[in-house]
């Protein structure tokens, strides 16, 4: 099974607008974004309808949340949502970097269970594009790290869940070691024992 990973360094792409860059994983991008610098610092437009739509990727915004980690080594996830609440998301780092990582949960899909991580910083004008059916997660690479996401489906806790970062399945090689992990996220039961669960949750019809 294939998988991907990418430690970008700061980007310097002189774009007209926002654009998208296939990964390994079927349908899963990496935004562009136009940063504008001068003397007082930069500035990025996060998010766009019109631009996104342009670029190849409609997604609605219906929440835009943000996340500050404190310390190195903090892993947020592995989270998702069951249909008929799937979020699409938008994922950014407005302060200090993150090692950002979607993973394919879809059953059918020709990429299921395999991920790609990339680092977004405040001036690489980098975002994941993590589709519905997808699982995400980040770690910080630098201390007080902010992510923004725009989300597209409420937050339902009926329909939340979640799969260990640390699942022999996905086998996701993490640039360092998580050192901070909620008790939520380490409870999440594997993948082996969750086949079922799955294939059901994702199950629309």
């Known amino acids: 099974m294939g998988r991907a990973t990418r430690i970008t360094p700061t980007l310097r792409v002189k774009l007209r607008r926002m654009k998208l860059e296939i990964t390994p ?32 990727r409609p997604t609605k915004a219906v929440h835009v949340n943000t996340s500050t980690s404190v310390e190195v ?22 302060a200090g970097a993150i090692w950002d990582v ?6 059918g899909s020709p990429t299921r269970f395999q991920w790609f991580g990339t680092i977004l910083t405040p001036d690489n004008g980098l975002s994941m594009v993590i589709p519905e ?28 869940s979640g799969v260990r970062f640390d699942d022999p ?3 996701i090689q993490w640039p360092i070691n998580p050192t901070v992990v ?16 799955l294939d059901k949750g994702f199950d629309v019809r």
């Open 133 to 160: 059916g997808f699982g995400h997660a980040f770690i910080t690479m630098e201390p007080n790290s902010t992510a923004v996401y725009v989300v597209s489906a409420i937050y339902a806790p009926n329909n939340e």
């Open 73 to 94: 080594g903090t892993l947020r996830g592995i989270h998702f949502q069951y249909p008929p609440h799937a979020e699409a998301k938008i994922v950014a780092c407005t």
């Open 25 to 56: 994983i079927k349908d899963l991008f990496i935004l562009h974004r136009l940063v504008r610098r001068d003397e007082r610092g930069f500035f990025t437009r996060l998010f766009g309808t019109d631009e996104i739509a342009a670029a190849g």
């Open 102 to 107: 979607g993973i394919d949960l879809r059953p």
């Open 169 to 171: 399945e996905l086998a």
């Open 182 to 197: 909620s008790e939520k996220d380490r409870a999440w039961g594997l993948l082996e024992h969750r086949m079922d669960e």
